[in-house]
């Protein structure tokens, strides 16, 4: 009984050591994590420094959106917020526009359907030229499925995030 608790427990050290190692490399580079061991610092950065990554200097959300070469470019420079934000204005030469709702959020959910195998972003509450509204929203989610439906436009996978930006970017 003891030989098989000695080999469940490597297993689940070895498993433990893989996932720190990387989740250190995935989401954090920093040299020391808190919640790792010393084995594991030492061969998260054995493994580190032996495949050295180079990283691109950090580029802002809003900045990003304004190199897709949009017809319709960002207007002003925001920044992910929880909660509702106000509108920041400079509309009036959009051939599209996107109403806010009630609670002054703008009108971008997250859908899961078919048993969670297919992820939407459904953007509600759009008035004037639809199809050009599709376009530039193709230039920000670039290869991906765009569906109109009547009421909606729905976008194939999690883009909530990006979305909202180039929404109050333009001045939603």
């Not at 709702?101 to 959910?109: A, D, G, K, R």
């Amino acid at each position: 009984s003891t030989q098989s608790d000695m080999g469940d427990s490597s297993k689940f050290s070895i498993a433990r050591l893989l996932l720190l190692t990387m989740l250190s490399r995935l989401f954090v580079r920093q040299s020391v994590l808190p919640w790792t061991s010393s084995s594991t610092r030492a061969f998260s950065s054995a493994v580190s420094s032996s495949t050295d990554i180079p990283t691109a200097p950090p580029v802002s959300s809003t900045t990003a959106l304004k190199l897709l070469g949009l017809q319709y470019p960002i207007q002003h420079e925001v920044q992910h917020t929880k909660g509702p934000t106000s509108p920041l204005g400079g509309i009036e030469n959009l051939p599209f526009y996107v109403s806010r709702t009630i609670n002054s959020n703008l009108p971008v959910y997250s859908e899961i359907r078919n048993g969670g195998t297919r992820h939407l972003t459904i953007i509600r509450r759009i008035k004037g030229d639809v199809e050009q509204f599709k376009q530039e929203l193709a230039k920000v989610v670039p290869d991906v499925e765009i569906t109109e439906k009547v009421g909606r436009i729905e976008v194939k996978g999690f883009h909530i995030r990006k979305i909202s930006l180039w929404l109050r970017g333009l001045g939603f």
